[in-house]
């Protein structure tokens, strides 16, 4: 899929901006803060309506304007459409070609990214929180039966822990009471974890072979899923009877503790290089190299699932990866997938920059192609 222009207001350090991007390579160079990675933000709300760094979405709106304002033109299987969102204060409005959804979920999906930026190299070296972001992140934007069945369980989590917190002596009603939750919280929740097994089994397959190439044949890396309901895997069937059998055996610590002790958000992804797990033992380069095959693994996902490549945002990495990996990153998307990069330094990409690349220099908040 391609995103061929991008408007923008009030966003960010944007008062107002418009562009065209090419269908190949796009960079953005400029000096720090001067605004580049707040263009890959917008393009991401467009994508998953969800910034990956603003705590709140209001935080977007420009310093003393009203709402912020961002659209785009999308190609698609041969159609064009148009998408964009406004943010308030309180609360955003979506829209495809000009018709408001009511449901943020009908509207994310229509563009697909795959962003890569510094802080994705936690993706393996930070905690389980990160992958099970990632997990969220990449499954929302494949289906939005995810996004709802997660936004589900998260409410039927709380209320949950809400009894747990409650009750420091629980009588046989609030027992009662729980079992209510618990079964709406295991039908969620094995929606949730069935989905997460697919996911990380066809990942594996795809970053394996990348993370070979990667390191000319060196390295296997393997990703398991590792729930906190279940050492091995057990079968689908399983599932429920299985997170019954956890929530009765946890329910006494999850009383003293005050909240719920296992499940999907409990999960972990396990990344391995030659068996060993790379979060405890994996050098520094090696925990940067099997995120980035997770990462890129992702674009070969996107494409069989959604039959198209997702739009790729590359956000000041470049400078973070020796020669050899920048050289595969960019040989990877070749022609295939439309790249959106932003860089401080030119260093290495001149004959990009002279052939091929649409280039924009950024400066407080301006545009201007060079
Ligand atoms: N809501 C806002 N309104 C106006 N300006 C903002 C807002 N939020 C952030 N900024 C400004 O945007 C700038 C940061 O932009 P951005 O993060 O895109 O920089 P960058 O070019 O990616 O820099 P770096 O190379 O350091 O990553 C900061 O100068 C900040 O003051
Ligand atoms: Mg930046």
Do not use: C
């Not at 950024?362 to 192609?369: A, F, T």
Request: charged content about 30%; proline content about 2%; hydrophobic content about 40%.
């Amino acid at each position: 899929m391609i995103l061929h222009k991008l408007e923008v207001h009030d966003f960010r350090n944007y008062s107002s901006l418009s562009l065209s991007l090419s269908p190949h390579v796009t960079i953005f160079v400029g000096q720090n803060a001067q605004g580049k990675t707040n263009i890959l933000e917008s393009v991401l709300m467009l994508a998953l309506a969800k910034s990956h760094r603003a705590g709140k979405d209001s935080e977007m709106i420009r310093w003393g304007a009203e709402s912020a304002f961002v659209a785009g033109e999308l190609e698609r299987q041969q159609r064009r459409s148009s998408l964009d969102l406004r943010i308030m204060k309180h609360g955003k409005k979506v829209r495809i070609n000009g018709l408001e959804k009511r449901r943020i979920s009908d509207f994310i999906g229509h563009l697909n990214v795959v962003l890569f930026a510094p802080e994705d190299l936690m993706l393996v070296k930070g905690g389980p929180q990160a992958r099970r972001r990632f997990l969220d992140i990449e499954l929302g934007q494949m289906s939005p039966q995810y996004l709802h069945n997660l936004a589900q369980y998260q409410k039927v989590l709380q209320q949950r822990n809400n009894i747990l917190k409650n009750s420091d002596r629980p009588d046989k009603k609030m027992i009662d009471t729980l079992a209510v939750w618990d079964e709406q919280l295991i039908e969620y929740g094995v929606k949730l974890i069935r989905k997460r097994l697919e996911f990380v089994s066809k990942l594996q397959e795809f970053s394996a072979s990348i993370h070979q190439r990667i390191t000319s044949g060196g390295e296997e890396l393997t990703l398991q899923y590792k729930s906190s309901l279940f050492e091995d895997v057990p079968s689908v069937d399983e599932l429920p009877s299985r997170f019954q059998q956890q929530l009765a055996d946890k329910q006494r610590e999850d009383f003293r503790r005050g909240s719920t002790s296992a499940g999907p958000h409990r999960d972990d992804v396990e990344v391995r290089i030659d068996g060993k797990n790379v979060n405890t033992f994996g050098s520094q380069g090696q925990q940067r190299t099997a995120a980035l095959s997770m990462k890129l693994a992702e674009i070969d996902l996107i494409r069989q699932e959604v039959g198209e490549y997702p739009v790729l945002l590359l956000d000041d990495v470049l400078s973070e990866l020796d020669e050899m990996r920048q050289l595969h990153l960019l040989e990877s998307m070749g022609e295939k997938v439309q790249t959106l990069i932003t860089t401080t330094m030119t260093y290495g990409l001149e004959e990009l920059m002279r052939e091929k690349a649409v280039v924009y220099r950024v400066q407080q908040g301006i545009l201007l192609r060079a």
